[in-house]
């Protein structure tokens, strides 16, 4: 418990000093904060990198001159050892949204001026006081949308500013029971197993409801939307997603853990799939494409209750040959 309180902190410490930072003090504060050959992943177009000075130059510092007066607003904050790695090596987790006025062009889309708020999830591995790994998953097309571009058909989904937790009691900054995370890692576990397989012989509604609470709800990403009760959620988006796809690889996540009754994984990629045809609107391509995913879940009892979904459609796409951004943008 000591050790995952002094990588939380680190992590604190981390938002804060980056949060206070001009953008052009980025790479200062990142270089203080990260090992030198610091491993991060994110979305398309930034996708790979390594060092705090790359990552600091071609993320933070030209985030922070877009998004004005740039807030973090955390929904959840966990750490955790990773259940897949045998050394077990800690991560800190949070969620929520990145907000500033959006003042200057950011990946080409131009600014509004108003108030934006950018979903984000992120992943710390933290090893030696120093994060080591990171993934950032933020949530480009939502703030496209913001800017009142469309990048994608009309979605299954309601596009939303999403909310943190319904109980509010995201914010693990102290321990927490760790007999209560690993409930929650089991269910996670137990639905990861239904997911992978889409042949349980149970209906759709039947297999979720093995791990779902009736009630769940279900934050996706722009470009599917969020949906609400299991019923809802399989018309809106589980169903027309099975259906859309054929031959799904296997679940492979890089790290996967649970604190209390939240927990979470990301992967690179989560798994592949060949699109059949109507996922998204849009036509089959014949050629399996590559789905990163981030999901964080909230457990109620036995079951899952909610989920919110990051999924790096931009890159999906890509693979699929069409450039989404691009496209809409016009770079």
């Not at 989920?307 to 890159?315: E, P």
């Amino acid at each position: 418990m000591t050790e995952l309180q002094s990588e939380k902190d680190c992590v604190r410490a981390f938002f804060a000093e980056l949060e206070a930072a001009a953008p052009g003090g980025s790479v200062d504060v990142l270089t203080r904060f990260c090992a030198p050959d610091l491993h991060w992943r994110g979305v398309h177009p930034l996708n790979e990198m390594t060092g705090p000075t790359a990552v600091a130059r071609a993320f933070w510092q030209p985030l922070k001159a877009a998004l004005t007066g740039l807030q973090r607003r955390m929904d959840v904050f966990m750490a955790g050892q990773n259940s897949l790695d045998p050394g077990g090596a800690v991560w800190v987790v949070s969620m929520g949204h990145l907000t500033g006025l959006f003042d200057a062009p950011w990946l080409g889309i131009q600014p509004t001026g108003k108030l934006a708020m950018l979903r984000y999830a992120e992943f710390h591995r933290v090893e030696a006081g120093l994060i080591v790994e990171t993934a950032m998953f933020v949530d480009v097309p939502a703030l496209m949308m913001q800017a009142g571009l469309q990048p994608f058909p009309v979605q299954t989904g309601a596009q939303l500013v999403q909310p943190g937790p319904r109980t509010h009691d995201g914010l693990m900054f102290t321990a927490q029971d760790a007999a209560q995370g690993a409930m929650t890692l089991a269910v996670i576990n137990r639905m990861i197993g239904d997911l992978g397989q889409w042949q349980s012989g149970l209906s759709l509604e039947e297999e979720l409801a093995r791990t779902w609470q009736d009630d769940m709800i279900w934050w996706g990403p722009a470009g599917i939307g969020a949906t609400a009760t299991i019923a809802r959620y399989a018309k809106q988006h589980a169903g027309p997603f099975r259906a859309g796809f054929a031959e799904r690889s296997g679940t492979g996540h890089l790290c996967r853990f649970a604190e209390g009754r939240y927990g979470g994984f990301f992967g690179w990629p989560n798994f592949t799939a060949r699109p059949t045809g109507g996922f998204m609107g849009m036509p089959a391509t014949g050629k399996a494409g590559e789905f990163r995913v981030v999901d964080i879940y909230r457990r109620d009892g036995d079951k899952l209750a909610e989920n919110w979904v990051f999924i790096d459609l931009l890159h999906f796409w890509k693979t699929q040959g069409v450039d989404i951004l691009a496209r809409t943008v016009g770079i």
